[in-house]
């Protein structure tokens, strides 16, 4: 018999085997132990090699991994700690010191922070194109144009792209497309269907759906650009929990009635928001007053809960947020997707394309809450907005 210290670690326990629960199971673990000697190795591809290290995957997270790239329709999915994350190991895998990359102008903030901060400092120049441009953004290409990012809609402003035309010219000139697919969940947009070649999703907003996990992913069209993606990860070293994986994969399990419910309770907000006297403009794709309607309705087969609203000219930035500090059931905060509704003003300035909505533009998440109330929340804070 070994003693207690030791049988406090290997221990002669035996529980029976073949429990089959329908949750997928939580399998924490950093050291993953080989049969051999001969067999040991760290080859970070755990669907060819098998499971060699927790940073690289355990069965947990390669499930979450799976789904989501079943989802998207692609190639393979890798996870990251984060949907910035995602994003910034997109752009250290697939540039180089020297490469060029273009972003819309409409682009999620950190992704521009990226650009400024980190990106530029490795000798990787960065240009904002107009994200109407379609197939003219040509006129943005330049011999060392390696990377265009697509993001419809655009955050906050929700502009649709013209995804096939970026994709038809980007393709002729050897330039790859990456999407920033957050909005529509992986769901309501096929980006491979599409012809782009790398899709990234922040897991934290729809599949995660309640607010308390953070996560990323990034899937790729097929093997060679899955190689670049998954060698390059593993460098980096960023590791993610299969704690929160359980908890998405959870999230998925709910993710259609989720997204159906938001989506009509969203829609119903958005057509009476148009009728308000207060409001100038909604920013709502899947409405046919919103400037992008048309090729959102070509491109996309549904809509997400998130939209903005523009308040009539002349309304005081304190009048706009007495309003928004007015609300009780909206809550203020800048991540969406969650089953809470959430709300954010933001200032546009006076420069820059955006700058016509100046300090007018009011964004919502909506929740699962009651629509009516959600309504009546809104005409109550719109009493602020009265001079
Ligand atoms: C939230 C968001 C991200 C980043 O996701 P995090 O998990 O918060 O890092 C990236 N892109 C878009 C469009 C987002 O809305």
């Given at each position: 018999?070994?003693?207690?210290?030791?049988?406090?670690?290997?221990?002669?326990?035996?529980?029976?085997?073949?429990?089959e629960s329908?949750?997928?199971?939580?399998?924490?673990?950093?050291?993953?132990?080989?049969?051999?000697?001969?067999?040991a190795?760290?080859?970070?591809?755990?669907?060819?090699?098998?499971?060699t290290?927790?940073?690289?995957?355990t069965?947990?997270?390669?499930?979450?991994?799976?789904?989501?790239?079943e989802?998207?329709?692609?190639?393979?999915t890798?996870?990251?700690?984060?949907?910035?994350?995602?994003?910034?190991?997109?752009?250290?895998?697939?540039?180089?010191?020297?490469?060029?990359?273009?972003?819309?102008?409409?682009?999620?903030?950190p992704?521009?922070?990226?650009?400024?901060?980190?990106?530029?400092?490795?000798?990787?120049?960065?240009?904002f194109?107009?994200?109407?441009?379609?197939?003219?953004?040509?006129?943005?290409?330049?011999?060392?144009?390696?990377?265009?990012?697509?993001?419809?809609?655009?955050?906050?402003?929700?502009?649709?792209?013209?995804v096939?035309?970026?994709?038809?010219?980007?393709?002729?000139?050897?330039?790859l497309?990456?999407?920033?697919?957050?909005w529509?969940?992986?769901?309501?947009?096929?980006?491979?269907?599409?012809?782009?070649?790398?899709?990234?999703?922040?897991l934290?907003?729809y599949?995660?759906?309640?607010?308390?996990?953070?996560?990323?992913?990034?899937?790729v069209?097929?093997?060679?650009?899955y190689?670049t993606?998954?060698?390059?990860?593993q460098?980096?070293?960023?590791?993610?929990?299969?704690?929160?994986c359980s908890?998405?994969l959870?999230?998925?399990?709910?993710?259609a009635?989720?997204?159906?419910?938001?989506?009509?309770?969203?829609?119903?907000?958005?057509?009476?928001?148009?009728?308000?006297?207060?409001?100038?403009?909604?920013?709502?794709?899947?409405?046919?007053?919103?400037?992008?309607h048309?090729?959102?309705?070509?491109?996309?087969?549904?809509?997400?809960?998130?939209?903005?609203?523009?308040?009539?000219?002349?309304?005081?930035?304190?009048?706009v947020?007495?309003?928004?500090?007015?609300?009780?059931?909206?809550?203020?905060?800048?991540?969406?997707?969650?089953?809470?509704?959430?709300?954010?003003?933001?200032?546009?300035?006076?420069?820059?394309?955006?700058a016509?909505?100046?300090?007018?533009?009011?964004r919502?998440?909506?929740?699962?809450?009651?629509?009516?109330d959600?309504?009546?929340?809104?005409?109550?804070?719109?009493?602020?907005?009265?001079s």
């Amino acid at each position: 018999m070994k003693d207690w210290q030791t049988r406090l670690l290997h221990s002669d326990t035996r529980v029976p085997e073949n429990y089959e629960s329908l949750a997928v199971p939580t399998y924490r673990g950093s050291t993953t132990v080989f049969p051999s000697a001969g067999v040991a190795n760290d080859a970070w591809d755990q669907w060819s090699a098998g499971y060699t290290y927790g940073l690289y995957g355990t069965p947990t997270t390669l499930e979450l991994a799976g789904r989501i790239c079943e989802l998207e329709s692609g190639f393979r999915t890798i996870l990251t700690s984060g949907g910035q994350l995602a994003l910034t190991l997109v752009n250290l895998a697939f540039l180089r010191s020297g490469d060029h990359l273009l972003l819309p102008d409409t682009v999620y903030t950190p992704h521009r922070v990226l650009t400024s901060r980190v990106l530029g400092r490795l000798g990787i120049r960065t240009s904002f194109y107009d994200a109407q441009a379609g197939s003219h953004i040509t006129k943005w290409f330049e011999p060392e144009t390696r990377l265009v990012w697509v993001e419809s809609p655009g955050s906050i402003t929700m502009e649709i792209q013209d995804v096939p035309a970026i994709v038809e010219v980007a393709r002729s000139h050897g330039i790859l497309v990456a999407m920033d697919n957050t909005w529509a969940a992986g769901i309501y947009f096929k980006p491979f269907a599409h012809g782009v070649d790398i899709s990234v999703q922040a897991l934290t907003k729809y599949v995660g759906g309640h607010s308390d996990l953070l996560m990323g992913a990034v899937t790729v069209r097929e093997q060679k650009l899955y190689e670049t993606l998954g060698s390059t990860s593993q460098a980096l070293g960023g590791g993610i929990s299969p704690d929160d994986c359980s908890l998405a994969l959870r999230g998925l399990q709910t993710l259609a009635v989720r997204l159906s419910a938001i989506e009509t309770s969203a829609l119903t907000i958005a057509k009476w928001l148009t009728a308000r006297p207060e409001v100038e403009q909604v920013l709502h794709p899947a409405l046919a007053s919103c400037p992008s309607h048309e090729m959102w309705k070509r491109d996309f087969t549904g809509s997400s809960g998130v939209f903005s609203f523009v308040l009539r000219d002349g309304v005081s930035k304190e009048r706009v947020h007495s309003a928004v500090d007015a609300l009780q059931l909206f809550r203020i905060g800048y991540s969406w997707a969650g089953t809470t509704s959430v709300v954010m003003t933001y200032d546009f300035g006076s420069v820059g394309p955006r700058a016509r909505y100046g300090h007018r533009l009011i964004r919502l998440s909506v929740g699962l809450e009651s629509t009516n109330d959600l309504i009546n929340d809104l005409e109550k804070a719109f009493i602020q907005l009265r001079s």
